[in-house]
């Protein structure tokens, strides 16, 4: 399989190939971080005759990423999630992803995403009058539930111009679990077609059917109505491309809203979720973020103009992002041989990268265990490596909605301190869930108590 020259990293070995995938489904964080303490900033595990490369320095994350990029793709692990979005813009390659980028971007341009602040606002806003029930009895919250109904809430009015918020019950449950059971097909060595009627398929098959009836009902009710392109949905449906006047398909349609649908809030409510963790952890990091609050907004809710005032929220959120990636893994395939170090990778192996691991290398973050969101000070950004830091990916598929996905953490985060502070019940520490994205195991339940002057308005 491998030429007499091709040296391989240092790395484990595993004499076939099912042994490692169950070391990496039963700890996928825990067996990627000891490669890299034992081997080092560019391992290679051997599973029996395969080879999967792991690349931990951000000089070969940039190589791969960025510099190479074009001989790289998304690979054969990524293109099982297609069974979940089609051929959407995660997923998508070559000449057709850069022309759905095309369509797509302007969707995500800065001055359009600030129209979007007022809504992300108004849909927080319920959210948290909703938890008025939980502060009043002492009745726990879910609050990583809650964050998965209140971005799935802003996902479907800013991007999509319908209210979800009576759908983000089953909508949500079915998300959750078509996002787990995919996060188990992309890990196992073999995935079963989904025409095997396995309990497992099965499964998938029904909550993928009730994320379709959303989806496909969404398109639908959209085509009924005439005006209006404001929102992302709009955009796609008008979009014509450039160089061939063309539109979108009925089918690239549903594939990128269910794209949008997933990724648009899924990544969002698990930084926020772990945000309000570090927070409780952190009550020195908390007061500071309500001081600016206060400083900002009052008792008034966020505007556009206020989201660069806010800049200590967007710092926690990027430290939480840090610490707790949603995407805490990153793969990629090569085309052709290519060169990692002092290393040569032949052409058709996979590449993984680890943001939970990288943003945890001590020669680019001074004490890497420690929250600290002064990390993310204009001057430490300036002085770091740009790979070192990459919840968002980065290079020509950096995402899309990463300036999204920010504002809306910087909107969620001002209106909760605003009136509440969460405080968690259960102080052992936290597990951790890798599936395609970084959950806290069992959920979050977390008390909330009221602050301010909402305290002083119950008392009275």
């Known amino acids: ?104 971007q302007p969707a995500f341009h800065r001055q359009r995403i600030a129209g979007f602040v007022n809504t992300m606002a108004a849909c927080t806003g319920d959210t948290l009058d909703h938890w008025e029930r939980h502060a009043d009895t002492g009745r726990p919250l879910d609050v990583a539930e809650a964050m998965n109904h209140l971005t799935l809430t802003i996902v479907g009015k800013t991007l999509f111009g319908r209210d979800l918020s009576r759908e983000t019950g089953p909508a949500g449950r079915a998300l959750s679990r078509v996002l787990t059971i995919t ?70 349609l549903r594939d990128e809203v269910m794209t949008f649908f997933l990724a648009g809030h899924e990544t969002t409510a698990v930084a926020t979720s772990w945000t309000w963790y570090l927070l409780d952890r952190h009550p020195e990091v908390a007061e500071r973020l309500s001081a600016e609050v206060r400083a900002v907004l009052g008792d008034r809710p966020p505007a556009l103009d206020d989201i660069p005032a806010l800049s200590y929220a967007r710092m926690v959120v990027q430290e939480a992002m840090r610490l707790y990636p949603p995407l805490w893994g990153l793969s990629r395939e090569t085309i052709g041989p290519d060169r990692l170090g002092d290393y040569d990778v032949p052409g058709h192996r996979i590449v993984a990268m680890s943001p939970y691991v990288t943003h945890r290398h001590p020669d680019f973050w001074d004490e890497p265990e420690r929250f600290d969101p002064e990390r993310f000070g204009p001057e430490h950004v300036a002085e770091r490596h740009r790979f070192a830091y990459i919840p968002f990916g980065g290079g020509p598929r950096l995402c899309i909605g990463n300036e999204f996905a920010l504002t809306e953490a910087q909107v969620i985060l001002a209106m909760v301190m605003q009136r509440y502070r969460l405080h968690r019940i259960d102080t052992r520490p936290i597990e951790l869930e890798p599936h395609l994205t970084l959950r806290p195991r069992g959920g979050l339940p977390m008390r909330i108590e009221r602050i301010g002057s909402q305290a002083g308005a119950a008392v009275a």
Not at 35 to 44: I, Q
Not at 70 to 93: C, D, H, M, P, W
Not at 192 to 216: A, G, H, K, S
């Open 1 to 104: 399989m491998f030429g007499a020259r091709t040296r391989l990293p240092p790395g484990p070995w595993y004499p076939e190939p099912f042994s490692a995938g169950r070391a990496l489904r039963r700890d996928a964080i825990g067996t990627t971080m000891n490669v890299w303490r034992e081997y080092g900033d560019l391992a290679c595990i051997r599973m029996g005759p395969l080879r999967l490369y792991m690349a931990f320095h951000p000089d070969d994350v940039k190589h791969v990423l960025q510099e190479n990029n074009q001989n790289y793709t998304k690979g054969s692990l990524i293109a099982r999630a297609r069974v979940v979005i089609g051929n959407g813009l995660f997923t998508s390659e070559g000449p057709f992803w850069r022309r759905q980028r095309r369509l797509i």
């Open 183 to 252: 996060a188990e097909r992309v890990m196992s060595y073999l995935a079963l077609p989904l025409w095997i009627p396995t309990p497992r398929n099965r499964e998938f098959v029904r909550t993928q059917r009730v994320l379709d009836d959303v989806v496909l009902g969404i398109i639908e009710e959209r085509r009924r109505d005439e005006g209006g392109t404001d929102d992302l949905l709009g955009m796609l449906l008008a979009a014509r491309d450039e160089a061939t006047g063309e539109g979108m398909t009925d089918l690239q």
